[in-house]
């Protein structure tokens, strides 16, 4: 993408005006502007003279206050402890309490890091053996987002692919995870089960009872589960509701709830904060034993977060709430995006569903729409002819023709035969719009 | 160690000399770096005269490098294109040997990476890094998190901890009976040591690692704390292209540079440039760099200004120099001060240093103490000094070292350090 950006700005001739990237998850790369309350407490946090001046909110002063005084030396630029802030993790417990109920879980089985996927990595760190005859394996889901997948082989881990149901919904099936791992038992030893709720690419919500189903599956296999919820903030589906593992563990009780483990992953990056570039996130380890949270916490040492990244974790746990100054713009702010985002999914299912050869399913939450694509034969065929997959050949005439940039299904995985399209709807709703308009060209033109 | 720090946190811990971390000195940021920065994270502040116009425009020009004008936004894997010039240009500058942004990769985590890298290969001989000893405490750990053997090679104590040539003979021949040696590890200035190379050594060690076929992985990130009277930092570079083609065009390797120097430890960044390496090798390099994701935006902003100062006509330049300038005197002076009064205590010795921000003294322990210890004499010791007088210092790494010798790593970078303590 960057190096189409640059030929564009080198001033070479092409169809469109400017490349529209509809492709990544990135809210502010797509022009949505950060809240406003945590570029504040980020500021005064790295310049306290800020604190002196009226330019800031009483909350933003007391916030930020509260963090530097719990930095060494009072400074942002300082290393932090392992978890991080103790204000922060105790911040983040605070919050899984009152989205779970139940007692705040302990700071120690807290693990602030650069982001979700450093999380993730660490935690795959400790499961996965990937020397020798038999090397660990984790189920994947297929569609999945990549990373994950390449942090598990680059570990010399398998994955191994269970297929998420398109006609349901994109649901999570049983009877094919139960075929995934007894497939996984013939190729590697199975440690693990990786699921993404809400989904990426798919914006699939798991429902309570599939919550369940996964926890009966996860205990009588004896796999760790390994829970991505980045998307959590992310739900649009009016029926819809995002409940965490942890809570239906818990719900579940014994002995489910003393015996299965999980670990949870959430990060700054998404959702409304959007704030990928400061790299926050962090893992919730549940039922693992001392001894090896305690190697855990050597893992994690070894790359701390970065402060403005743990500070933004700190706002997303404890937002302004109602009273504090800072509310109503944050209130503002926030219910903006979400108006938006629930019209571009709106809009998604309009324009999609009105294309011939392109379906969706129903978009619930997470930050992608993944429509499927059927081509034609003659589409077929030129993608061979010219050595691609043919969902990237669509990608590639679309950004050719029009400029939008979007991501081809074979990057996620699909099932063999089937073609999709992944596209972000963290986008202004003007930009949706003109990316709707070239999915109608480009259909009518070509395919 | 870690569990001295963390039973110990409830008390008031008096003076922190352990750790790199600048901020526990309570030293202070130069303005111009947190004013650029908070400006970028917070673009309305550049709406009024708050800050002079050299941060103000600085910002801009930042914030235009970043994706849609925020760094909330993810950048590449690799780096900004911006940082990555920036960087390039700063190496241009200061060894006069062209550098290219391609070659130049900015990460949190590039040295993790780099030894990855070497690691993976097939078959069932381990890797093998041949590291100095005494080596940065985080060392070992990281080479053994990637699944790669460690030979030592002494540094010479008794000239100052420099780089003995017999010795990295002797380390190399040694390793090639457990592993196979594929890359040598070098700091300079050294952590924890001090040591600063002169040109002979750095050409020596060149010579050697070509003659071995090992990649050099250099850390050079106190590369702006040397006392000038001691010593002058050239980098590795630098020489290697003085010593001609034969070298130049040839010879492996990877220079680590990072903000943790500048006090920004919290920001978490640093880069990492790359000579003769393949294309597809950097490719490659590039391509695990992508499971990391990004280097948090405000950290590469951080190198950017660490590498670009203000210069002489812009409004913050005789602020940020004499802040620089007094934070070199400082350490200076306290370098050179409680290695005098180190020296003068009985069973403490310790070599003076040429740069960096650390004092590595040996203390002969009494014979009492070492029996005491149920692991580690040197830790007890930590631990004694912390319980007793609230003072921590970082246990040395007595890998290879002789018996009954320990050192401390001690960071000398807080003002007005009240020495009669020790």
Partial sequence: ?447 | FNSIKSENTKRQVQLTFSSTDVHIAKYKNSIYDVQVLSACIYPELLKNQTFPVDVRQRAQTLLDACGERSVGSYTDSSGLNHVRQSVAEFITRRDGVPCSASNVFISSGSQRVMVKLIASGEGDVPTGVLTPVPCRHTLPMMLDFTGVTLEPYMLDKDRGWAVDMNELHRAVNTARGRCQPKAIFISNPGNPTGHVQGRKSIQDVIRFAAAERLLLLVDEVYQEYVFEDAAEFISYKKILFEMGPMYSDTFEMASFHSISSLGECGLRAGYMELVNIEPGVTHFVDTMLCTDISTPVTGQLAIDVMINPPKPGDSSYHTYTKEKEHVKDTLKWNCQKACEVLNNLPGVSCQPVMGGIYLYPCVTLPEETMKQAKVEAGPLYCEQLMQGQAVLIGPGCTRGLPAGTHHFRNSWIKENIVVCII
């Fill in chain 1, 1 to 447: 993408m960057t190096k189409l950006h640059c030929i564009f700005m080198q001033g070479v001739k092409k169809p469109f005006r400017e490349v529209i990237d509809v492709a990544w998850g990135d809210a502010q790369g797509a022009g949505i502007k950060p809240l406003t309350f945590v570029r504040q407490v980020l500021a005064a946090c790295l310049y306290p003279q800020l604190l002196d001046s009226n330019r800031l909110p009483t909350d933003v002063k007391q916030k930020a206050r509260g963090l530097l005084s719990e930095c060494h030396g009072g400074s942002m630029g300082s290393y932090t402890d392992l978890p991080g802030i103790p204000q922060v993790a105790r911040e983040i417990s605070e919050y899984i309490a009152r989205r779970d109920g139940g007692d705040p879980p302990k700071t120690g089985n807290i693990f602030i890091s650069p982001g979700s996927q450093w999380a993730l990595q660490n935690i795959l760190n400790l499961l996965v053996h990937g020397h020798g005859e038999v090397r660990s394996g984790v189920l994947t889901p297929i569609p999945c987002h990549v990373t994950t997948i390449e942090s598990l082989h680059s570990l010399g881990g398998v994955s191994v692919p269970y297929y998420l149901s398109e006609e349901h919904g994109w649901e999570l099936q049983m009877e094919e995870l139960n075929r995934a791992l007894e497939y996984a038992k013939q190729v590697c030893a199975p440690v693990a089960l990786y699921v993404v709720n809400p989904g990426n690419p798919p914006g699939h919500v798991q429902s309570k009872k599939s919550i369940q189903d996964v926890i009966r599956f996860a205990l009588e296999k004896r796999l760790f589960l390994l829970v991505d919820e980045v998307y959590q903030d992310c739900v649009y589906a009016d029926n819809v509701e995002f409940v965490s593992y942890k809570k239906v563990l818990a719900e579940m009780g014994p002995p489910f709830s003393d015996t299965v483990e999980l670990a949870s992953f959430h990060s700054a990056s998404k959702g409304f904060l959007g704030e990928a570039g400061l790299r926050g996130g962090y893992v919730e380890l549940v039922n693992m034993d001392p001894d090896v949270i305690k190697y855990a916490c050597t893992i994690f040492s070894k790359d701390t977060a970065p402060t403005p990244g743990q500070i933004a974790l700190s706002v997303l746990a404890n937002p302004p709430r109602l009273g504090d100054p800072s509310y109503p713009l944050y209130e503002m702010e926030t219910q903006q995006m979400q108006t938006m985002i629930k019209a571009n999914v709106r809009r998604v299912h309009e324009v999609l569903d009105s294309l011939p050869g392109i379906s969706c399913q129903p978009v619930e939450g997470g930050a992608f729409a993944f429509p499927r694509v059927d081509l034609p034969p003659k589409a077929l065929q030129k993608a061979k002819e010219m050595g691609m997959e043919p969902d990237t050949f669509y990608c590639l005439r679309l950004l050719e023709e029009s400029g939008a940039f979007i991501t081809p299904g074979c990057e996620y995985g699909q099932k063999e035969g089937t073609y999709h399209i992944r596209y972000t709807l963290l986008n202004d709703i003007m930009l949706m719009e003109v990316c709707a308009i070239n999915h109608i060209l480009i259909n009518c033109r070509h395919f």
